[in-house]
């Protein structure tokens, strides 16, 4: 099947820096990506949409200047974390449809476990 | 917005069959799905149901759909221990995105 890559898996960063996380579609193109954000032992809170060659659509509540995001190329979605700090410790988890198909399968990466000390 | 509603937590033992369920508000959803995540991995798809089926089976799994009661519920039959997980249900935030809502998740203890 499909499959969505994650990196890093995991990060540990000092507050007041910023982390990249990168997502990539390995065998499939994704107009769009998804980021969600979960906090332990709770559900996924969609963050955002990632968009291919356009701005992502950012979900209320959540800092499209804290949380950039870029959707270069129709394989590849990074999520930068700027100005980390203990707060934002959390896993992130990408997710991509092949073709950019609105129903079928959805594929997760295996997720980025950020730390911020 | 979409709302999806789960029990938090389900204990059975080994061999018997677990039953979660699940509750969603947008009756436009045209997939509804369940999700398995393991402690500290990310998020495996168990199954999809197109929102026009009542049930589906896939091996040991089963869904069930309910429209007019807008409820969803997986069953897995004979409950082995490697089942013990945090199982998801997920819909479509509106019908014409690709974006899912994800309901809080049910932690499934199976017990031997």
């Known amino acids: 099947g499909a499959v969505v890559s994650q990196h890093p898996s995991w990060v540990i960063c000092k507050s007041g820096t910023s982390v990249k996380i990168e997502c990539r579609s390995l065998d499939f193109q994704a107009t769009t990506m998804f980021w969600y954000r979960q906090f332990p032992k709770q559900s996924l809170m969609l963050m955002a949409t990632?968009?291919?060659?356009?701005?992502?659509?950012?979900e209320q509540g959540v800092e499209k200047d804290k949380f950039l995001i870029n959707h270069a190329s129709l394989t590849l979605s990074t999520l930068t974390v700027t100005s980390a700090h203990p707060e934002d410790s959390s896993f992130y988890i990408c997710s991509a449809r092949p073709g950019g198909r609105v129903g079928g399968e959805l594929f997760f990466g295996e997720g980025s476990r950020l730390t911020v000390l | 917005g979409e709302d999806v509603e789960q029990s938090l937590f389900l204990s059975v033992r080994e061999g018997d069959s677990s039953v979660i369920n699940c509750t969603y508000t947008?009756?436009?959803?045209?997939?509804l799905y369940w999700y398995k995540q393991e402690p500290g991995a990310g998020l495996q798809l168990l199954t999809y149901?197109?929102?026009?089926?009542d049930m589906k089976q896939d091996q040991r799994l089963t869904v069930l759909l309910n429209k007019k009661d807008k409820h969803l519920s997986l069953r897995i039959a004979d409950t082995q221990t490697g089942d013990s997980a945090i199982y998801f249900c997920a819909a479509h935030g509106s019908s014409n995105t690709g974006k899912l809502i994800f309901g809080q998740g049910t932690t499934l203890q199976v017990k031997p």
């Open positions: 947008d009756s436009s959803s045209t997939y």
């Open positions: 149901i197109f929102s026009n089926m």
């Open positions: 990632s968009n291919e060659g356009s701005k992502a659509t950012y």
